[in-house]
């Protein structure tokens, strides 16, 4: 005969689930479109210009930071448009999306040895980029030594993933089984020899 399996217990299933509701996911799209530099941190030649955004969590953990692509030979005027996107959620049901988050644009040269700061833009609120769901087109002042030294422009767009036709990103959920506390005994003759099976959206996995 084969071996046979069996089944100890469900162990997730609860009465009176608790678990709070939250907004999210959420995709946040930008796209850096160009710059309008006055300053120049080349003096010999034409600069290299790249931006960096800087994605922050409410509490002030910075999240992520994109590295868009040079444009070499730019100078004052880089034409990027590059896109990425941006995931999270969780905020509390009944809240602004993205309420206290924060976004900050960041211009460097790019050297040889090193990247010259050209300048950088204030700490932007990413709920006075977004418009809904709609695509928004927007420009931030890039300030160096407290002056204006240039602007940088970008488009925007939030999607809820959980409104019906949104495609998600899949990300990675990780579960660490430790360990178990059984009460009973499903072999009566000899020690058992259990294992976990995890029951996700109609996967398993032992």
Known sequence: ?????????????????TIPQTL??????????????????????????????EFTRAGGKTIKKVRCP???GGHKTPAWNYEFDLYYGGEPAGSVPAS????????YEED???????GESAVVPVSSLVDGNKKSVKSEQIIHDKK??????????LTDLNKAGA??????????????????????????????QIDFQGFAKK
């Open 167 to 196: 495609v998600f990103q899949p990300g990675t959920i990780k579960f660490h089984i430790v360990g178990a506390d059984i009460i009973g005994n499903a072999d009566l003759f000899t020690k058992i020899d259990p294992y976990a």
């Open 24 to 53: 999210g996911p959420y995709k946040l799209t930008i796209k850096l479109t160009t710059a309008t530099l006055d300053r120049s941190t080349d003096m010999m030649g034409k600069m290299d210009p790249y931006a960096v955004v």
């Open 1 to 17: 005969d084969q071996p046979r399996s069996r089944g100890l217990g469900d162990v997730y299933k609860r009465q009176n689930n």
């Open 70 to 72: 040079t444009h070499k």
């Open 100 to 107: 206290g988050d924060t976004i900050k644009f960041v211009v």
């Open 112 to 118: 040889t040895m090193s990247s010259d700061l050209v």
């Open 148 to 157: 204006p030294v240039g602007t940088i422009n970008f488009e925007t767009q």
